[in-house]
């Protein structure tokens, strides 16, 4: 949050931002109950479709902002065709990366002007560390983002920088056998019957299987999937036992969340809605434990459910 708060402090009043419609909620919180008192326009977009991305497009756009694959809903967007977009209407591109880190995503390399990170995730990857990374591709970049850190106080201690540099050294390998497992996981949820609307852009099922192949180096562990209600959530929930019931992301261990009430927890049910989200959305952020453990503890909780 300290990262995009810096960011968006690169705004002034009167700017207008887009903002990919399915995005993680504390991005929603901060732009609709902060950002937006400051008189700058907030205006969700689906930027999958870059159609609607040129329309959204004002003399006053400043910023697109865009999260890929996106936060619960694994929606890709086409990072250099926004940045087209952008550049040829005098914007800027942030792309918010921790879904997928660098080792699998370079989005300054596509167009991207800036890229973000929750360090907390794959870059420390081990649960034990919070922080957030901006890489801007300008020397102003740079500049702004200083003074924005000492001027408003958010920075990371030392000893947190510590830990994920720490963490870097082994993203690669750890990188490796997350989407390993994650690819074995996806493959089982994609047969299982109770299970629907599994999201996952490594499945050649997947609508944007393509786009992934083209602008990623992988597929990512990150997934989701839907049952038929909320009681059928809680009870999968309540069965796992390998997997954690826990928010986060990106550790070395399994994770389940119900999205609704974690992640989104935070905005209207009406923007849940908005953004495809239901009551019986279970978000996985598969670790690197043994793949058949994970799939015999996925099988028994299902039964549950």
Known sequence: MAAISALVAMLKAGDHVICSRDVYAGTVRLFEQIVSGYNIQIEYVDTSDLKAVAAAMKPNTKLIHIETPSNPLMVLTDIAGV???AHAGGAEVSVDNTFLSPALQSPLALGADIVMHSTTKYLNGHSDGLGGALIGSKPEHKERFLLVQKAAGGV???FECFLVLRGIKTLPLRIRQHEENGRAVAEYLSTHPKVSKL????????PQYDLAVKQQKGFGSMMSFEL???EEAGRFLAAI???LNAESLGGVESLASHSATTTHGSVSQ???DSMGI???RIRLSIGIEDKED???DLEQALKAV
């Not at 999201?199 to 997947?206: D, N, T």
Request: charged share 30%.
């Open 83 to 85: 940045a087209k977009i």
């Open 156 to 158: 990371m201690s030392p």
């Open 199 to 206: 999201a996952y852009p490594g499945l050649k099922s997947h």
């Open 228 to 230: 038929k209600s909320r």
């Open 241 to 243: 036992k390998i997997f």
């Open 270 to 272: 009406e923007f849940r």
């Open 278 to 280: 239901n009551e019986g």
């Open 294 to 296: 994970l799939i015999a």
